[in-house]
């Protein structure tokens, strides 16, 4: 490993470091616009000279552009290597139009700060600057390109690492342009990276624009919960509203980047653009009430049935939305007051996948976001791969192959096996079992056992082929890394994947398991619902037989995600209680006997744990309560904060329940570490908020046993006779927080209903018509989308916010061929 001296000061660094990196880990921040440890070196802005005094080099050079070598001895702070730096500063500032005043970016700027440091104040250049027409990007991004220093940073993210082709550089020169063809909205869902990349202000947060300035905003480090992945973020507020968020670095889980929906999808904490929305006062039977009358109310009548009824009579639905802390508050007071234990699923197949993928985590292959990275072959079965870490492995030429039944779109190559759901087992046993044939003699009995119980044909051959194609490929890696989703999957496809995987594992390769769960704390849910299960589907049924009297709602909504609307109503009318917790405006709340309101994460500290068991802590960033609008605030004297009165969904079960009588050592809850760790043995390292900067990696301590899952599915008919409806989640329009975010509104695509080409030819339908499904408990009517790239037999409808597909029941709804009409 190279020694060299930066600024007096020794260092060892792993061969291939760059200067400017070396000189960061001794925390000397060399300046620099082009170069960023995501993207690499590339020298094109010369902001990074430092003289080099010995070594192999000598003089003022790139400090991004030079490997670490033993003997050099470099110098940030000689006289000509500074003076270079500010000529630099001065050169770019000759087009650069001195905006800062105006300019979104002042406060948190790059250039400004150069330019402040470098000591450039007064402008010696009287020439007309360089001017350019800016362009329309789409709803999240604004285009100012005359403050362009050409660093390339823009084009080298969203083409080279994100893969998109739509914004790069054009013309030449003196000349270059960084922007699109025409204009138009950018293709990329992970545009708004462009934001924080840029060192300028070329490319600022529309949503945000003329809004804040820096130095106004309250920021914290928080977490998205759009998703399982707990990708890390910085949560900006504002005269008590979120503004703006931006990306945190966590090099395990999203490395420097964000995707938009998490980017841009926070308005529902600020109850939508007009604040409206929100729910932000407790209330008893449709009338505002006080805080205490509300708690009052929802203790008394919960005390009251049990009396009556039994503590039996009250049930409670949670969901992998609640953080972790409310989780175990809930299960903690249903279990002190004897009532049922609580339910996080809607029903038993969501239940029951995640729990096996949760559960194949123990299974010692489970990998990290960043870990994915490093594959030399990954398998997707059943699940959305927009996913950075992807993208990455591809770039090192891993071979990505997506088993999935929808029109996958990604920017990278790809094999895509394009299956029904039951047809993903199949197609996923025969690639292994293809690539681990010449090792089974070293297999353990199990492992042969399930071996020779895998599938070895597929009812396609064209899939077949591809498989065996693909099949050598697998059999020459080392590292590959299955990424299994729980939306489209069967029950069984978690399970199946982990002992594929382990298969993988015996023929002597280092596999990984990666799965993507239905929710941002969908980890804990399935740990925390026990072996059996228990769904809001048992509480209806509960409810139906009349043992249930009293439903607690918190921060769930089943009237958004229990399929089967024409049971739902009738069975929640004949409840004599429905107290519900929540912070969104949801079909629940507007049902509540008592409501009252929950904080979100940005109002109070929450713990998360990602898919992959990865415990981190969002902090509080500030109090919160109906966002003051207008560029002046009035200056009204209170003595309380409007829409100030939400708690932590916890603090309010902890209150309603009784708990607070109850002896603890101090009185009061405490911190999370006080209850957490006693709900499940998995959360016992959960004993403060002291966590590793990349998050605590928890397992669930204990796995079902390997080898015993069985590929389900069978070969289906070339010439089918009905469809299997799959109901898919999207990038946007889909997401439960999402649909409260109006800023997200313009970038979700109308709602449309995918069938294969050949199908629709069938049918007699084009692309674009309007087609109404029907299914016997109701019709939906929505755009036909028509692919050539999706399986056969199936119609993929997105659960889009339009449509009121939960009036479509059951798991699995099989349409007729005439099932499908054009209107
Ligand atoms: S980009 Fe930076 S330096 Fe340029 S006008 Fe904006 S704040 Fe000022
Ligand atoms: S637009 Fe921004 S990121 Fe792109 S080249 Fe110009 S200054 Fe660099
Ligand atoms: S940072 Fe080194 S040349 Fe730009």
Not at 428 to 434: F, M, P, T
Not at 645 to 663: F, S, T, V, Y
Request: glycine share 8%; charged share 25%; net charge neutral.
């Amino acid at each position: 490993m190279p020694r060299l001296v930066i600024d007096d000061r020794e260092i060892e660094v792993p061969e291939g470091t760059k200067v400017i990196e070396a000189a960061e880990r001794l925390g000397i921040m060399i300046p620099r616009f082009c170069y960023h440890e995501a993207l690499g070196a590339v020298g094109a802005c010369r902001m990074c000279a430092v003289k080099f005094l010995q070594g192999p080099f000598k003089g003022v050079q790139m400090s991004c552009m030079i490997d670490a070598k033993d003997g050099m001895v470099v110098s940030t702070t000689d006289e000509e290597a500074v003076s270079f730096r500010k000529m630099v500063v001065e050169w770019l500032m000759l087009n650069h139009p001195h905006d800062c005043p105006v300019c979104d970016e002042g406060g948190q700027c790059l250039l400004q700060d150069e330019t402040v440091s470098s000591g450039h104040g007064i402008r010696r250049f009287f020439g007309k600057k360089r001017t350019y027409r800016d362009q329309y990007l789409g709803p999240f991004i604004q285009h100012e390109m005359n403050r362009c220093i050409h660093c390339y940073r823009c084009s080298r993210y969203y083409q080279d690492f994100s893969g998109y082709r739509d914004l790069g550089p054009m013309q030449t020169a003196n000349r270059i342009y960084f922007g699109r063809f025409t204009d138009g909205a950018l293709e990329s869902p992970f545009s708004g990276n462009l934001v924080d990349i840029c060192p300028t202000g070329v490319y600022t947060d529309k949503t945000a624009r003329f809004k804040l300035r820096r130095w106004d905003l309250q920021r914290a480090p928080s977490l998205c919960i759009n998703c399982s992945l707990g990708c890390n973020t910085i949560a900006n507020a504002h005269y008590r509203g979120v503004m703006r968020i931006e990306a945190r670095l966590n090099r395990e889980v999203n490395g420097y980047f964000i995707c938009d929906s998490c980017r841009f999808g926070f308005l529902y904490a600020n109850g939508g653009a007009d604040n409206k929305q929100r729910p932000w006062n407790p209330r008893v039977k449709g009338k505002d009430v006080s805080v205490q009358n509300a708690l009052k109310s929802a203790s008394e009548k919960l005390a009251e049935i049990a009396r009556a009824s039994g503590p039996g009579a009250i049930a409670s639905v949670g969901s992998a939305r609640n953080s972790l802390e409310t989780q175990c508050m809930l299960r903690r007071v249903c279990r002190t007051n004897k009532w049922p234990e609580p339910a996080f699923f809607v029903d038993l197949a969501t239940y029951r996948k995640a729990r096996g993928a949760v559960l194949g985590l123990d299974s010692g292959i489970a990998v990290s976001m960043r870990e994915i990275e490093d594959a030399d072959f990954v398998i997707v079965v059943g699940a959305d791969p927009l996913n950075e870490a992807i993208r990455q492995a591809a770039r090192k030429e891993a071979p990505v192959v997506v088993i999935d039944p929808r029109p996958v779109v990604m920017p990278l190559e790809f094999e895509h096996l394009a299956v029904a759901p039951d047809q993903l087992e199949t197609c996923l046993g025969i690639l292994v079992k293809k690539a681990v044939e010449k090792a089974s003699k070293s297999l353990s009995q199990k492992a042969t056992q399930f071996l020779l119980g895998l599938p070895s044909k597929q009812g396609n051959r064209e899939i077949q082929f591809a498989v065996e194609a693909l099949a050598g490929k697998l059999e020459a890696s080392k590292r590959p890394v299955i990424v299994c989703g729980t939306d489209v999957v069967r029950e069984s496809t978690p399970a199946f994947a982990v002992d594929c995987a382990l298969l993988l594992k015996e023929a002597e390769k280092e596999p990984g398991i990666f799965f993507i769960l239905p929710g941002a704390d969908s980890f804990s849910s399935a740990l925390l619902s026990g072996a059996e299960g228990r769904t809001f589907e048992t509480i209806l049924d509960e409810i139906e037989n009349g043992s249930v009297k009293a439903l607690l709602v918190v921060e769930s909504d089943p009237f958004r995600d229990f399929r089967d609307r024409a049971r739902l109503e009738p069975a929640l009318s004949k409840l004599d209680l429905i107290v519900v917790i929540d912070y969104l405006p949801t079909g629940t709340v507007r049902r509540a006997s008592i409501f009252y309101p929950s904080s979100t994460i940005f109002e109070t500290g929450s713990t998360f744990i990602s898919q992959e068991g990865r415990v981190q802590f969002a902090k509080k960033v500030h109090h919160g309560g109906v966002p003051i609008r207008g560029e002046q605030p009035p200056h009204v004297i209170r003595d309380f904060v409007p829409g100030g009165d939400h708690r932590p969904a916890w603090e309010i079960l902890w209150e309603i329940a009784g708990e607070r009588d109850a002896k603890t050592d101090d009185g009061v809850p405490g911190g999370p570490g006080t209850w957490i760790p006693a709900e499940h043995p998995a959360f016992e390292p959960i004993n403060g908020l002291n966590y590793p900067v990349d998050g605590l990696r928890i397992a669930p301590g204990f796995s079902r046993d390997h080898f015993t899952s069985v590929a389900t599915g069978t070969a289906r008919s070339a010439k089918p006779k009905e469809f299997e409806l799959l109901m898919v989640e999207w990038m946007f329009g889909t997401g439960e927080l999402a649909a409260c975010s109006d800023t997200l509104d313009s970038a979700v695509p109308d709602p449309v209903i995918c069938l294969h080409a050949v199908d629709a030819e069938k049918l007699g339908l084009a692309d674009g018509d309007m087609v109404s499904v029907q299914t016997g408990s109701g019709s939906i009517e929505a755009r036909l989308s028509v692919s050539e790239k999706m399986a056969r037999g199936v119609l993929i409808l997105p659960r889009h916010r339009h449509l009121q597909w939960q009036k479509l029941k059951n798991a699995l709804t099989v349409i007729p061929l005439n099932g499908i009409r054009k209107m």
